[in-house]
């Protein structure tokens, strides 16, 4: 079974930290992403990468960067955080052949106080 | 901007019904379909994956697919209250792409 982890499943910040979340695939997919879930807006992408040291901006990228120094390992950075970044953050991972199944983490609940 | 559709719901079924939800898609080039459970507070969970024209069956579950109509489905057998979560429905382009797009989710209510 694909297995993805993500390094905390709740976290509370302060505005204007910088805020590490941490994404671990065990399958040696190619492929992963990070993605945010808000109610009634559904999952929207933020980056994702295909291999490593490379990446690529998703729909929502501004105040986030990434950083994929692992084939296993993909972080999303929160450069200074800001209230309206709260938020569920799912890590996924894909590869493989087709039809490149995409897994899913447990996801990190951000609180920005 | 390529489009996945879904009635958000509730679709409330009795207990041993069928439940039927369904999705469209705006590109005609998609090539892979997926459905995704997700209990409130949980990530998604993949159930099925297609990509041929017609029906895959899994246990009570079958993913039907008509590239014609654009359209794809998910049928449950023997609903439980179990399967009271939101169903996701993901579309990838053709081309080798891994990037999917998700509808917003059709919430599904099992009442026993």
């Known amino acids: 079974d694909v297995k993805v982890t993500q390094s905390s499943r709740y976290l509370v910040k302060r505005t204007g930290e910088k805020v590490f979340l941490e994404c671990v695939q065990d399958?040696?997919?190619?492929?992963m992403f990070w993605y945010r879930q808000d109610p009634g807006l559904g999952l929207r992408l933020i980056y994702f990468?295909?291999?490593?040291?490379?990446?690529e901006k998703g729909d929502i990228p501004e105040g986030y960067s990434v950083s994929r120094e692992k084939k296993e390992r993909f972080s999303l950075i929160l450069e200074s955080a800001s209230t309206n970044q709260t938020s569920m953050y799912l890590c996924?991972?894909?590869?493989?052949?087709?039809?490149?199944?995409?897994?899913f983490g447990p996801g990190t609940r951000l609180t920005v106080t | 901007q390529k489009e996945v559709e879904q009635n958000s719901g509730p679709l409330s079924v009795p207990e041993g019904a069928i439940a039927s939800l369904n999705c469209t898609y705006s590109?005609?080039?998609?090539?892979?379909f997926f459905w995704y459970r997700q209990y409130s507070g949980k990530s998604p969970e993949l159930i099925m994956s297609?990509?041929?024209?017609g029906d895959k069956e899994d246990g009570r579950f079958t993913a039907q697919l008509n590239k014609a109509s654009q359209y794809v489905s998910l049928l449950i057998r023997d609903s439980q209250p179990s399967d009271s979560a939101t169903y996701l429905c993901?579309?990838?382009?053709?081309?080798?792409?891994?990037?999917?797009?998700f509808g917003r989710g059709t919430s599904l209510i099992v009442h026993p």
């Open positions: 590109d005609r080039v998609s090539q892979s």
């Open positions: 399958m040696d997919h190619e492929n």
């Open positions: 993901a579309v990838n382009r053709a081309g080798g792409s891994y990037i999917p797009t």
């Open positions: 297609i990509y041929s024209n």
């Open positions: 996924a991972s894909a590869g493989g052949q087709l039809p490149y199944e995409q897994y």
């Open positions: 990468s295909y291999d490593v040291k490379m990446k």
